[in-house]
């Protein structure tokens, strides 16, 4: 069994019991007609591909915008509709509903395959009274998953790197899969919440890995031929050292002729198997993967090579701007890891090709609960960023957890980092932020790592779905609200055929979700300090666990106090990364947000927050109701009638919520207990703590 995740069957009832003709050829219409005869086949309706319209009165008319309309009534009212749109734009939609018929236009084949998925959302609403003309387009042109599969089980990660669902649905004990439907499913779930390119595997990339680049590339292609139908783009994360691990070349030096010359001959034949290849995906420097450095040469240097061979042939390389030093001293307290990437690439910013894009993660750490916004996306005017988020839960409570992670996305994408009024990162992300940040550069789009994997549910956790579909949907339009985001994916995946009452578990689901990574926060690390999670797996509490680490992920926390001093006036300097006002936002005790004071101060315990609570109590105060949140949660889903949900996924999302529980309490106890033994401050309501 695989479950169908938000696209059941029943997801198409509307849809699928309407008369529907469609105008217009290409490989996604053939897409689009596919999923319509599938839908109809099922309820009852019928499909035609153009000509005039037959017997039956047509309910639904799906047409590109160059195809001419036949001259019958019905199709005129679609050449109305077009007359009034106009252009929808490469990807984008135009949906209207007049006399009696639905109308779906689209400049090209994927604005349709959008649309249709558009219908699936609305049901019935769709075919029913009268709908001005509508027009849909992504606001984000380049809209990529990551996955963080590799082909070898790593001895360390094993299939999927931080993937918390199973194996690879691609590749299986270093080899890919015969069967590869999981991989079509995929492509289908992808392109229905709006997604249009795909790097498939792990960027580090493994010995195995990198002869997917060469000799291996047949398996790229196959993907790449599953991905096609849907309007995805295949990416592939490739290893720096590839000219002399694969080319057996002395060198992978950016700047010599040899390797420049084997990147683009490797590049060409890529091209030749693979025509619509997306492009490279490139962890370099970092965390021991190979890079640049080794040769003297900056990142600039490194990512132009690669842009220089995909830019004949139309791709683009991703540069992933994650670089740190992961073998710190500890004692040092000059560093500061959350400083690095803006220190390795803001002197670069204007050295990169257009056809290079700079992905840089959220925050300036390393995808935790609670991180500012990175200072790098807004300090790179002349170059192509690409914000890259982490639906993976590796530090949100790895699919054990429910975390809803799209009030996080929202309130990133949302951030303004000139202040009130400005662009906001989404605008950055889509390189159109006008004169106070950077313009006219194309954007380098949104990118998320997956959470998916082979498990019968897409994402281990059932509700986890949710994540991959809300960061789909936020591509096309950051500002939607995750509460709604949430309601299409309920919608979608539980179909009233499978509950009785669906206002109960609409109820129950939003109960349980929509607060869920304030949850989460609350019973782990606080107040923005991050980690204290075990090293490695990064699973449960361990406050000092990367204390007296390499990493450089440090809370300070002694007898006096806790946090970190990254200002300008006593810490590190980090405050200073940011443009006005949040420099001073940040640097003041006063003005900085309770929610990231210990990411930006070294506070003592007995520091009243702006909520009026002392540290010490905020921590004692959050993680009891945190813990006791997770019973409650529990406690809904124990409550919801039978025979809401499938029984299966009942007894995953309960045996789940124990796991929870359990883990919150854990956190809960092992954080108050040594806050309580390093401040020695007792809780004010003098509650357990051991
Ligand atoms: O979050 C960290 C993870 C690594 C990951 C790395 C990265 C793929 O712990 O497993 O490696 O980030 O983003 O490169």
């Given amino acids: 069994m695989v479950h169908a995740a938000w696209l059941p069957p029943e997801a198409f009832r509307s849809v699928g019991s309407r008369h529907t003709v469609v105008h217009g050829d290409g490989p996604l219409v053939d897409t689009v007609l596919a999923e319509l005869r599938a839908a109809t086949g099922r309820h009852g309706g019928t499909v035609r591909h153009g000509g005039e319209a037959g017997a039956a009165p047509l309910d639904l008319v799906l047409a590109l915008s160059a195809t001419p309309l036949p001259p019958s009534p019905q199709s005129q009212v679609a050449a109305r509709v077009r007359a009034e749109a106009g252009s929808t734009g490469a990807e984008g939609f135009v949906l209207a509903r007049r006399d009696g018929i639905t109308v779906l236009l689209a400049d090209t084949p994927a604005g349709l395959l959008y649309g249709l998925f558009q219908l699936a959302r609305l049901g019935e609403p769709a075919f029913t009274g009268h709908r001005p003309a509508e027009h849909h387009r992504p606001a984000l042109h380049r809209r990529i998953v990551n996955d963080w599969d590799n082909v070898d089980v790593h001895p360390v990660m094993g299939q999927v790197e931080r993937g918390y669902a199973g194996g690879s649905i691609?590749?299986?004990?270093?080899?890919?899969?015969?069967?590869?439907?999981?991989?079509?499913?995929?492509?289908?779930?992808?392109?229905?919440c709006g997604i249009n390119g795909l790097a498939v595997n792990n960027v580090n990339v493994h010995a195995g890995e990198a002869h997917l680049l060469t000799d291996r590339l047949g398996e790229v292609e196959a993907?790449?031929?599953?991905?096609?139908?849907?309007?995805?783009?295949?990416?592939?994360?490739?290893?720096?050292?590839?000219?002399?691990?694969?080319?057996?070349?002395?060198?992978?030096?950016?700047?010599?002729e040899r390797v420049r010359d084997w990147w683009a001959h490797t590049t060409r034949r890529v091209y030749q198997t693979i025509p619509d290849f997306g492009g490279y995906l490139v962890k370099a420097d970092s965390e021991g993967q190979p890079g640049p450095f080794a040769y003297g040469r900056t990142h600039a240097d490194g990512a132009n090579m690669l842009a220089d061979a995909l830019a004949p042939f139309g791709g683009v390389v991703h540069w992933r701007a994650f670089v740190y030093n992961h073998h710190q001293d500890w004692r040092d307290r000059g560093t500061d890891r959350a400083r690095a990437a803006y220190d390795h690439f803001v002197p670069l910013d204007g050295e990169f090709r257009d056809n290079a894009v700079l992905q840089?993660?959220?925050?300036?750490?390393?995808?935790?609960?609670?991180?500012?916004?990175?200072?790098?996306?807004?300090?790179?005017?002349?170059?192509?960023?690409?914000?890259?988020?982490?639906?993976?839960?590796?530090?949100?409570?790895?699919?054990?957890?429910?975390?809803?992670?799209?009030?996080?996305?929202?309130?990133?994408?949302?951030?303004q980092p000139w202040g009130e009024g400005g662009p906001t990162v989404a605008r950055v992300a889509a390189g159109d932020a006008g004169p106070a940040g950077p313009a006219g550069t194309g954007g380098g789009g949104l990118v998320c790592v997956s959470n998916v994997g082979d498990d019968p549910y897409w994402t281990g956790h059932p509700l986890a779905q949710a994540n991959l579909y809300a960061f789909g949907r936020l591509t096309w339009d950051p500002t939607l609200d995750p509460a709604a985001i949430l309601d299409e994916w309920i919608e979608l995946t539980f179909q009233p055929d499978d509950t009785a009452d669906p206002q109960t578990l609409r109820r129950t689901l939003h109960e349980l979700m929509d607060s869920s990574w304030q949850t989460y926060e609350q019973y782990t690390a606080p107040l923005g300090v991050g980690f204290m999670v075990r090293p490695g797996h990064h699973y449960g509490p361990d406050v000092d666990g990367y204390e007296y680490s390499p990493w450089g992920t440090y809370h300070f926390a002694d007898r006096d106090g806790i946090g970190v001093d990254r200002t300008r006036a006593t810490g590190t300097g980090y405050t200073g990364q940011y443009p006005a006002p949040?420099?001073?936002?940040?640097?003041?005790?006063?003005?900085?947000?309770?929610?990231?004071?210990?990411?930006?101060?070294?506070?003592?315990?007995?520091?009243?927050?702006?909520?009026?609570?002392?540290?010490?109590?905020?921590?004692?105060?959050?993680?009891?109701?945190?813990?006791?949140?997770?019973?409650?949660?529990?406690?809904?889903?124990?409550?919801?009638?039978?025979?809401?949900?499938?029984?299966?996924?009942?007894?995953?999302?309960?045996?789940?919520?124990?796991?929870?529980?359990?883990?919150?309490?854990?956190?809960?106890?092992?954080?108050?207990?040594?806050?309580?033994?390093k401040s020695g401050i007792p809780d004010a309501h003098g509650r357990r703590i051991f």
């Avoid at 004990?173 to 992808?190: C, E, F, N, W």
């Avoid at 996306?377 to 639906?391: D, G, K, N």
């Avoid at 530090?395 to 951030?415: D, I, K, N, S």
Wanted: aromatic letters at 10%; a neutral charge; glycine letters at 6%.
């Fill in 360 to 415: 840089v993660k959220h925050g300036p750490l390393d995808f935790q609960t609670r991180e500012p916004v990175s200072p790098v996306i807004a300090a790179m005017p002349r170059t192509r960023v690409a914000v890259e988020l982490q639906a993976t839960q590796e530090y949100t409570g790895q699919q054990r957890h429910v975390c809803y992670l799209a009030p996080m996305w929202r309130t990133v994408l949302g951030f």
């Fill in 170 to 192: 691609v590749w299986r004990d270093g080899v890919q899969r015969t069967d590869l439907s999981r991989v079509a499913g995929y492509a289908r779930l992808l392109a229905s």
């Fill in 582 to 677: 949040w420099s001073d936002i940040y640097e003041s005790l006063g003005t900085c947000p309770d929610e990231l004071l210990l990411f930006f101060h070294h506070v003592p315990y007995q520091h009243v927050l702006h909520s009026g609570r002392t540290v010490i109590q905020h921590i004692y105060d959050t993680h009891f109701a945190g813990a006791r949140r997770t019973e409650q949660m529990r406690e809904l889903w124990r409550d919801l009638p039978a025979g809401l949900v499938d029984p299966a996924l009942y007894a995953r999302v309960g045996e789940r919520l124990d796991e929870q529980v359990r883990s919150a309490h854990e956190w809960r106890d092992q954080i108050n207990t040594y806050f309580l033994r």
């Fill in 223 to 256: 993907v790449a031929g599953l991905l096609r139908p849907y309007g995805i783009r295949i990416h592939l994360s490739v290893n720096f050292a590839s000219p002399v691990r694969l080319g057996g070349l002395p060198t992978a030096d950016p700047l010599d």
